[in-house]
């Protein structure tokens, strides 16, 4: 019979909250500006070596400590929703989620790499077959956890997909591409295996030029990438509605004034539907002659509430909904009956956005961008068919103060290098910046 209290012994928990730690290094020496290759690729190395030949408990406690320690920050967003004591049940559900899912991972590959001996041979029962006492193949052991690992990016719970196991390679010396993830796994596993460190060297395969730079301001660039500082509160706060539009049209002013191109504004700058206000619509039409205005604010179609991209160029505007929406922040991700129970208690019955079918490219003087709205610009779905220029807008005043813009700029940075996407990303609550190639 399962036993859950042999999960909670002083060993295992140490050990996963060890390996989490290492796993998650990368992420908060980005978040205070100490990020280090060396150190990084000295971590994410001994991350894989530690957690790969770990027991199925330690594999629990590593997934349940390591989903904390990259996404506490969701649980900010309580606080905007007035559900503080939501918070600790939050906590709870994410760790042992993917507590469940690095659990599940080590007894597949417990149970796939045993052989079953004495009386248990006779049985024929895969639960039987899992439960005895069995004699372990270590080669295929370690195969098939590294292959659990290698496919953990493919598996979105609830929709949320921020778990890359290679996003901790983003800042070290090895490529993050999944056959350069494969030999760094491939390497480890022989390393274990034949108890030989030499083949730990095979990782200089995975080997790959760092030259990615973020770049908060360039005052050369023909973009404009708009800032705003608006909390959650303020921006749909009714009364201060006069004050948003003032600000942005002094953005957008300015980036006339300096002759630029293109001016972009962040995620849902505007908190109502644009189409509704034909007044403010002309007033930015008129300004788009002098310039291209990308800007994020709701669209009204037909019925159905859309978060969009307006784009106005030329005394004309396309709309670009976004594509993939926010777990419960957009869209419920549940079965009907349950997202209608969950949107009544949690949402004040707030209704859904809908989503675009495909992503938006358009053009300005004859360079293609691609559009993405926040969290969609941390999905494969928008990087499909290599976009060489993407402009992102986002809101990250839900979880202000956290870690998630700079985890964000991360995934960000690691479909960059991935894809070779330059990415222009205009930002309300934190900076915006630019991820783009560095040229010696």
């Known amino acids: 019979m399962f036993k859950i209290g042999k999960y909670f012994t002083t060993s295992s928990i140490t050990a996963g909250l060890g390996i989490a730690i290492l796993g998650s290094l990368f992420l908060y020496l980005a978040y205070f500006d100490l990020s280090n290759r060396l150190l990084e690729t ?78 248990a041979a006779k049985k024929n029962t895969l639960s039987k077959w899992c439960l005895i006492r069995t004699r372990r193949s270590p080669a295929l052991h370690l195969g ?17 997909d921020w778990f890359k196991p290679e996003l901790m390679l983003v800042h070290t010396y090895l490529g993050v591409q999944k056959w350069q993830f494969t030999i760094i796994l491939v390497a480890i596993i022989l390393t274990q295996y034949r108890k030989n460190s030499l083949y730990l060297l095979l990782v200089l395969f995975a080997y790959a030029p760092y030259h990615t ?86 669209y009204l179609d037909g019925a159905t509430h859309r978060n969009s991209t307006y784009i106005l160029q030329e005394g004309n505007y396309t709309i670009a909904n976004k594509v993939r929406l926010v777990p419960f922040g957009e869209s419920n991700p549940l079965p009907t009956w349950a997202s209608s129970w969950v949107n009544h208690i949690f949402f004040d019955d707030a209704i859904d956005y809908i989503a675009s079918a495909k992503p938006t490219d358009f053009k300005v003087a004859g360079t293609q961008y691609r559009n993405a709205i926040c969290y969609e610009a941390t999905s494969e779905l928008l990087y499909q068919n290599h976009p060489k220029q993407m402009i992102v807008t986002s809101n990250n005043g839900w979880f202000i103060p956290s870690i998630e813009p700079i985890e964000q700029q991360l995934l960000l940075t690691f479909y960059h290098r991935k894809y070779g996407t330059t990415i222009y990303h205009s930002v309300n609550m934190s900076p915006s910046y630019t991820i783009k190639k560095q040229y010696p």
Do not use: R
């Open 213 to 298: 730079t973020v770049s908060y301001d360039n005052p050369n660039a023909s973009i404009v990438l708009g800032n705003t500082m608006t909390t959650v509160e303020k921006k749909w706060d009714p009364k201060l509605v006069n004050d948003h539009i003032k600000e942005v049209m002094q953005i957008i002013n300015k980036a006339i004034s300096t002759q630029k191109k293109i001016v972009v504004l962040p995620e849902s700058v505007f908190p109502f539907f644009l189409n509704n206000e034909p007044k403010i619509l002309e007033v930015l039409l008129q300004k788009s002659h002098m310039i291209t205005i990308v800007i994020g604010a709701l």
């Open 42 to 119: 000295t971590a994410a190395l001994l991350f894989y070596c530690f957690l790969l030949p770990s027991d199925t408990k330690t594999w629990f406690w590593s997934g349940f400590f390591l989903s904390l320690l990259w996404f506490w920050w969701i649980l900010v967003s309580f606080e905007h929703y007035h559900m503080l004591w939501a918070i600790p049940i939050g906590t709870l559900f994410i760790g042992v989620v993917y507590g469940g899912i690095f659990w599940l991972v080590a007894k597949i590959a417990f149970c796939i790499s045993s052989e079953p001996f004495g009386d």
């Open 144 to 160: 098939v956890k590294a292959t659990g690992i290698l496919l953990l990016s493919y598996l979105h719970p609830l929709s949320f």
